[in-house]
């Protein structure tokens, strides 16, 4: 079924996270992407654990919807036969030290020459410019110098780092905004460039307001917890049998808020009649608050808050949140099988299209599964030439 | 100058963040993005503290090089007016609650008819379908019910919010990715479409293998601080004057880590010899690494390490962020000229592109500067209408 970026073709010179995961959200709308790896061991996320059935599962959460092709990019007639591809693709992904595709004689000035209208995307810790570019990089670096750690843990605790690599999600997401961006351009003008993603340039560009009050204000966000300084209660509380999150995000909300908790006498509360009263009283807030989901289940105070109308949600682990019901109906863990690792379960798609929507239509493929319908099949290597390139390690 | 959204015209009936934050991106690549706001009062962002000269930070962090137009679509001459805008236009961006803009008879059914080829992006809380998708979302109730908060924070703490609203901006970035691919869509065929983004669904998709390993291995993914689970030393570290993070994470690194802070000896070490002996032995290699850190200024550590070649990083907070000298040289943090707020640094733009980089052109735009450039220049209406509109609230 035709989807949104079908006809599209990537070369994915992409390990680990950030490139394969922006290669990923082109393959789930459509787009045909050849995920190239070192020929004997491949992507080292295959090896990370823990694994599945001898897979590693940081593998299998990154590459659905790809192909699989070996090649060793180190070697002169590997970058000859990865020119043969970029003739015939569209957009290249790539994930190495700055400078390394330059080093290989595949770098964008190289496949300008034999394709103008192809578009690289470079994903890297710092960018293919600046005094640190040729640093390595790394999910918490990008989190720390970007200054997102020193604003998130506890107000009496350490920096700390989210529980997932947001530096390497928000490094794929913007590496993709700006992909399909230059796609755009390049389909009304026939002309390509290089995009130049970094996981330290996206966590800066998702600092909110921080930069501005600084500037502006001289005010510098501090850690506070799960508060934030406009709202309260905003913050984690905890119930019988775990953790729930609520928001008084209006007096409208809070008045509501106080009489379904049976404390109506606080909606004239001088103390809490304004969202900076609150703010300024928070403390108080959070103990009123506290107090009332002490003695309920999560599954009461989402239940009554909800019907109340004050914003409130369950936290929840993996394991409650792949059997919500509405992550259900939004197949946003959905089932696949893999041919190793067997019944899985992934993230799922999104967002949703409604004339092309994205699909998972074929699970992480196997190390150099596609060797011969690429090469061969696209190509149109012949049997001998496809024999000996194996045979002496070039794919 | 030309740039790779050029030419494209948006609709942003959105306020706060996520939906401003991708019409946003979209500006940044060129595309001309106008702002509907309410009459007399605007997007309530503008409002919110902390308030710089008198215009809420909040809103100047998200809306640079747009235009604002004010317009009320609750008003049935509000919803011609902004069916007649539709029509000379590509993509419309909204964040209501699912079922408003059908409500207001501009939905994507009402929209389709007049311009087949109009996308319509809705950005919400948990999404357009589904058992809870009339309920407000919070970003803190999307990274509660998302996984995220149950993974993010100390072991011995409780579940923690990220230091920004990541759940506003995952949307925003995923509505982004979405609108791009249904656009390259629409180039080909004309076909324009509903994509439908959610706050909690972009939560879900960046956990990682955290979904594969708790369905394939049985295992939960608990809060563990800043560490992972897979590498150590991998956490944030005290020096004499402000946080540190460090990651080893291979032999090689680990090796020229215990020579570099004179423990040689530790090589030999069976229980640091491997990635999974030191993450078995993670409290004593943190208690050899925080030793070490302590005695040397932030400046020292990273110096040191980065020359021999130890991933390192110092934790920024926004006074030193900005001040970084690759930060300014990537131009990450960027000044501009705010007629009311005055000299002010942003986020900058990312990724780069080569051939038509986005820039930021325009600061963020007054309530209703470009009324009469969008009604009497774009849309032709004659000044009476216009003053009319006016005098009646409808603009």
Redesign the interface.
Known sequence: ME???S??RVLGATRM?AGPYCEM?LAD?GAEVLHIELPGRGDESRH???L??GEG??F???NRNKKSITLDLRTPEGQEIFKDLVRVSDIVVENNRPGTMDKWNVG?KDLKEINPGIIM?SVSG????????Q????D??A????????????AD??????????GD??GG??????T??????K??TG????????L???V??????????????G???E????R???IAP???F?AKDG???I?V?SNQIWKRFVDVIGRPELNDDPRFNSP?ARVENVEEVEKITQEWVSQKTVEEVVSIL?EA?V?????????Q??E????K??D??PEIEHPV????????????????PGTIDSPPPALGDHNEEIYKGLLKYSDEKFKDLQNRGII
């Open positions: 989807k949104a970026l006809g599209i996270l959200l709308m990370f654990a823990p599945i059935n599962s940081c299998i959460a990154s964008y995307t710092f960018g293919q410019t600046g005094p640190y570019s640093r390595a990089g790394l918490i670096v989190q720390a110098m970007g200054g997102l750690m020193f604003m998130t843990g506890e605790g350490s920096p700390t780092r989210t529980g997932n690599a947001i999600f928000l997401l913007f590496a993709t905004y700006g399909l961006s230059a796609l755009y351009y389909q009304r002309k390509g460039q290089h995009v130049d993603a970094a330290l340039d996206s800066i560009a998702v600092l909110e307001n921080v930069i501005p009050n600084y500037v502006g204000l005010k510098v966000t850690r506070m917890g799960s934030i300084p406009g905003y913050n984690t905890l953790y729930v999150v928001g995000s900076s909800n109308g914003i409130c949600g369950p936290v929840y682990s993996v394991e949140l792949i919500d019901p509405h992550v109906a939004r946003m863990a690792a067997g019944k899985l379960r992934l993230s799922g798609i999104t967002p949703k299209l409604s004339l092309t």
